[in-house]
């Protein structure tokens, strides 16, 4: 039978790239990496027998905690199996090189984990909160977000979605590194 492991995000996120990773570690071979975009549709789809694990960002060493995941958390009877850290490394991602930038769109963290590096390249940015970062490529791509706003992800996100690679490894520390958590009932 094909383990289902449910995780924060979608295709492209780092959230994924966990889920990959935890897979290996435990021997699942046949595993099904679901993309359920928020930590409360991880935790949601696992306790409704949906996904037989979850993998939930909890803490990021420049940011702080995960307080989505957090949230999710709250009085749930979980256990965390595994746990592990990734590096994350983010760059930011335009329609075009020749545009002028006024707005960033990614997750949260993603912006906090950027945030002194972002006020240096685009100063007086508006910040735009989004749920994933794979997902602000997305809808940079797709036209949904506009053409002056630039987006904060993972290189093989921007790539995937043909989007101009503006700046690389902007993490406001080169240490950077988000603790994940594979949890269970």
Same mark, same amino acid.
Request: one cysteine or more.
């Given at each position: ?14 959230? &994924?790239?966990? +889920? ?16 359920? %975009? ?17 993998? %939930? ?6 940011? !702080? ?6 949230? +999710? ?7 965390? %199996?595994?746990?592990?850290? =990734? ?24 912006? !906090? ?5 972002? +006020? ?5 940015? &508006?910040?735009? &909160? ?8 997305? =809808?940079?791509?797709? !036209? ?7 987006? =904060? ?8 979605? !043909? =989007? ?22």
């Amino acid at each position: 039978m094909m383990t289902r492991i449910g995780y924060m995000g979608i295709p492209f996120s780092n959230s &994924e790239e966990m +889920s990959q990773i935890f897979a290996r570690e435990m021997g699942f071979d046949d595993a099904e990496h679901v993309p359920l %975009v928020t930590s409360k549709d991880v935790v949601d789809a696992l306790c409704n027998g949906k996904v037989d694990y979850g993998v %939930v960002a909890v803490r990021n060493s420049t940011a !702080g905690p995960v307080l989505e995941t957090q949230r +999710s958390l709250e009085g749930k009877d979980v256990k965390t %199996v595994r746990e592990g850290d =990734l590096h994350i490394h983010h760059c930011v991602f335009t329609k075009r090189a020749d545009l002028r930038i006024s707005k960033v769109a990614s997750h949260i963290q993603a912006l !906090g984990q950027c945030k002194d590096s972002l +006020s240096r390249l685009y100063p007086g940015a &508006e910040m735009i &909160e989004c749920t994933d970062t794979a997902y602000a490529a997305e =809808l940079l791509a797709e !036209g949904r977000l506009p053409d002056d706003c630039a987006v =904060l992800c993972k290189r093989s996100a921007g790539e995937h979605y !043909g =989007l101009h690679l503006a700046h690389e490894n902007i993490e406001d520390r080169k240490d950077n590194t988000t603790h994940f958590w594979l949890i269970s009932l």
